[in-house]
């Protein structure tokens, strides 16, 4: 299994135990824990064993053990806190908001319009053209 | 493998042909389109070929390919339109804000702080006597 680290990384530090967290769970491929800077109750992080800034780096095997802790990590917040709804959020870039350069998702329970992870959601309207060559350019880049 | 459809469902919809999409990517057990109502330039979902409305119910076989077409679909979607930041989103709940109550992972592009996904993160300070709590509490769901 492709294993990567960063001794720099306050992530990796904690995965290697050398830095403590309130851990919630723990495999060969990932690590949960509660977020030291909760946006609110039951915030929690599900992070791969594997040093990479972006989820576009973590190899695969990593990627599907993320995607299996998301709904058991979530089930059990869920069931502990009786959160009516929840946000699943990965960031990637500062630009994009991201703070700590290992790649996390957080779980973030919502309790009411003023808690949790609180955005402006303002769609367009997709032109078909533009899908047309988006959708080429995208299916391009995939191989 | 365990399946599940939804016949008024418009991504199940969607799955079965019933409806187009700008079709990125398919495989047995996910679907990759561009979103209809993007938020920004190259604004791509998700969703798993399993109708579940939140990300708890999803079976983990479909977790696990959702979890590996996120960094597939996101590296094509950066190299398509060249963003240097990126959110991946994924909500559960209407107070969440899910409009489409099958489960979908948005691959938000991020250009600038005005584009895409505008939220505010207000990070509180973790507790240490609710955090033991928490935790306890968290873990105790997870069986």
Known sequence: MASQHD???????????????H????????????????????????????????????????AAACGMAIPKIAK???????????NIL???????????FHV??????RYSAETGLNYKWIPGQLDETDAVEMKAAIANNLK
Chains 1, 2 share one sequence.
Do not use: M, W
């Not at 059990?76 to 929840?86: D, E, F, I, K, R």
């Open 23 to 62: 851990k919630i769970y723990e495999d060969d491929r990932v690590l949960a824990f509660i977020d030291i800077g909760p946006i609110s109750k039951g915030h929690t992080l599900i992070i791969p064993k594997y040093h990479a800034a972006e989820i576009v780096d973590v190899p695969e095997e990593y």
């Open 104 to 109: 996390h998702f957080h779980i973030i329970p």
């Open 7 to 21: 001794d720099n990384c306050i992530f990796c530090k904690i995965i290697n135990g050398d830095i403590p967290c």
């Open 90 to 100: 990965q960031n990637n870039g500062q630009l994009a908001g991201q703070a700590v």
């Open 76 to 86: 059990a917040v869920q069931g502990a806190t009786g959160c009516p709804a929840y």
